[in-house]
């Protein structure tokens, strides 16, 4: 175990790649570069609010001292760190967005654990860097709470994800137009620290091949494929990661769907090269079963990043990258073949997710097909509680003699009362299930663990991150302490107590449904 202030950090990506190495904050365009540094603007007074225990232990990170938590709040850089914000592009909503880069992300290092491990240690809300544009560089409570207790609580689901270290306040206000109507607000500044083998995305890829920077585009591929992809090599390497990537891209996007996950802003810029889900502003889990919810008030107009559409808008940005390594490739149609394996690589991921959520052996003929999107179809247009509707499922007895019968039975799913007629489909389709599942060839006690194992107890409501951090900004931790504990155990019971569907007073309130990109 070393203290964040002792420990001799790694530099490897500094070091690799050509930086702007001036310090200079001002906004401004880095042709050539990689990452600019960017040092940690001081804060009045940090205070920790959080840290994760079981992350801190498993890269040998000692608790906490003074001089740490100076760390967390940007206000100590020690000799071997190299404090840096990397420089990426994007297509935001579907728009080629040019260069934007770490605005308020700052890496300090990289930490290597006793095993050999390397994670980058990231603050993310401490002070402008040269990619700032007109922002401050700063993040509210807040949204570092979400990001915080949101990044553990995918990581606890099973979930590819960065994680999150540790939470400080830092004693200063920020300034935020929530609502995005000029009614702009003082609200109490954080910064995260958040960690990931890498932070690498689809846009810092994009990025140099937009501006026909070859040479740093090919060191970027080989190092990126050399460190975190190891076991390829060979000739064909690259597109033999460009596959690797769709694969991991596909298998997050299935992970989303299991869990009823809308990230909100899949902008390439926020995608992960590594597969991880990353940057968490305006997400949310679902509460009634809409494929068509997007919980990012900048994203109404179109609905682009609704959770029914996740899966297509990976396969989008995964274009965008295969656009980006054209420039590195004589035969593009080896990377047209891999970008189209996305197609059939979900489908099997998915079917077999979905299999387990159901408790069937598999989705094996076309009737199960048929099952699968009778289920879609019929929760789609009943709109349970998605999380309490697959844990009554789990409980769903053998026999259910009527369509009242069953009504009970799926009652504390339901927001509202269902049409007649969305009855019978709903009683129709569990029919077929019931009798879907007599036919499955695992036993009955192996398809019941499918189930569990699949589908989560506790989610991380908006509305409970919403009172959560009413509670922390009136500076008590009570809720937000529980819900750290929850989110580490999500398949059980043992937190019946967050066991409910969204209240009512949630439904319409702002941060509890949906959400601005204001953070
Ligand atoms: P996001 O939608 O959070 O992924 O952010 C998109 C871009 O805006 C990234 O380049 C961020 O670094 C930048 N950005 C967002 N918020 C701020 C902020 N408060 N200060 C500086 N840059 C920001
Ligand atoms: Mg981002």
Redesign the pocket.
Known sequence: MENLSAKRFKRTFVDTFSGDDSGDLHPRQTPGVLYSKAVPTAVRKPELVAWSDELADSLDIAKPNPDDIQILGGNLITPTMYPYAAC?A?H?FGNWAGQ??????ITLGEWENTHGNIWELQLK?AG??A???R?????VLRSSVREYLMSEAMHYLGIPTTRALALVTTGDMVTRDMFYDGRAADEPGAIVMRTAPSFLRFGNFEMLAARNEIDNLTQLVNWTIERFYPHIEGDDKIFRWFGEVVERTATMIVEWLRVGFVHG?M?T??MSVLGLTI?Y?PYSFLDNYDPDFTPNTTDLPGKRYAFGKQANIAYWNLSRLANALVPLISDTSKLESQLRRYEDFYWSKYYAMMANKLGMDGINNEDDVRLLAEFENVLATVQPDMTMFYQLLIDLPSELNSQQDMLNFFKSSLYGDPEPTDITKLYSLMTSYQARLKVNTCTREDSLLRMRKANPRFILRNYLLHMAIEELQRGENHLFLKLQQALKDPYSKSHDEFFGMRPDWATQQAGCSMLS?S?
Do not use: H, K
């Not at 934007?100 to 992300?105: K, P, Q, S, V």
């Open positions: 990426y994007g935001q934007l880069g770490d605005g308020r992300a809300g402008p860097t990619y700032s544009r922002a401050d560089g700063r993040a802003v902008n810029d926020n940057d502003g990109c953070s």
